[in-house]
């Protein structure tokens, strides 16, 4: 393990625990969160297992190697060295790399809009159990990940306030829960923007360029910026598309606030 995990409890609350759950199944039968079919009262009481039916966990499509060494993007065939896709070849993207646990597909798909769109934030909890897969990527793997930061990709504060949650920050919070990796809104989008996945590339670099800036939710300017000099970035988000938005992230990070290293880590690749 290459992050300290959450804090360790006692044989009494660990016991109290696994007692609530217990009692807390059998008033409230646990349900699939993507078909609502009633889960086995064996089915683990922890991770992905505890919220999804055999069905739907089989739909879900892990992401893992060969993948694309910068973006992730999973690759069908047998490759036996790191690669880089058509997409990131020739490109100067701010991050490191990025890493995602599954495809945004069928089961997953649902969950995220879910979460997403229809404010479910009960779902953070099960996304979060997907998310941690992508601490496992060897390259993270070989890091002291208590010394890094985790830092969510912003919305601008009129949407998030109508949607009243940034799922990217429930799961910066949920994911330092499990991990003790600390957690910092370090960065503020400055405007509103059009939906990235209509767009070509240049369209969209165009159309996110000068949107973030190192700062606090709110549009006052007098927010004290955080000390992030140095020091290495978890960027999370709960997908990866094109890059474009994580580029940009990644180079405020680095350029304004000073963060010596980026790596892109979502719940699921577009």
């Known amino acids: ?28 039968p646990r349900v699939c969160r993507v078909c609502q079919v009633v889960l086995d009262e064996a089915a683990p009481l ?37 690669f880089k896709c058509s997409n990131c070849e020739g490109r100067r993207l701010a991050f490191e790399f990025a890493i995602s646990g599954f495809k945004a597909t069928g089961a997953m798909r649902e969950l995220l809009h879910q979460f997403k769109y229809s404010g479910d934030l009960t779902l953070r909890s099960v996304l979060a ?38 799922q990217s920050w429930e799961l910066c919070l949920q994911l330092s829960a499990r991990t003790g990796i600390p957690a910092a809104r370090v960065l503020r989008r400055n405007r509103m923007t059009l939906t990235q996945a209509k767009l070509s590339r240049t369209a969209r670099l165009q159309n996110l360029r000068g949107v973030f800036s190192v700062g606090g939710l709110w549009p006052p300017r007098c927010w004290k910026k955080p000390q992030m000099q140095g020091k290495k970035v978890l960027l999370v988000d709960d997908v990866l598309t094109t890059g474009t938005t994580a580029h940009e992230c990644a180079k405020i990070l680095k350029r304004d606030a000073g963060a010596e290293k980026v790596v892109v880590i979502t719940v699921a690749r577009g």
């Not at 793997?141 to 949607?163: F, G, I, K, Q």
């Open 129 to 166: 159990d997907a998310l941690i897969h992508t601490l496992d990527e060897p390259r993270l793997a070989a890091e002291d990940l208590s010394t890094w930061v985790l830092v969510p990709v912003p919305l601008h504060w009129l949407r998030e306030m109508r949607r009243e949650f940034n």
């Open 1 to 28: 393990m290459s992050y300290p995990g959450p804090p360790q409890k006692t044989a009494t609350q660990q016991t109290w625990e696994w007692l609530r759950e217990v009692m807390l199944s059998l008033i409230y």
């Open 46 to 82: 922890a991770g992905l297992e505890n919220s999804m039916c055999k069905t739907c966990l089989n739909d879900l499509v892990r992401i893992d190697a060969p993948y694309c060494s910068v973006c992730g993007e999973p690759f069908a065939g047998a490759m036996d060295r790191a």
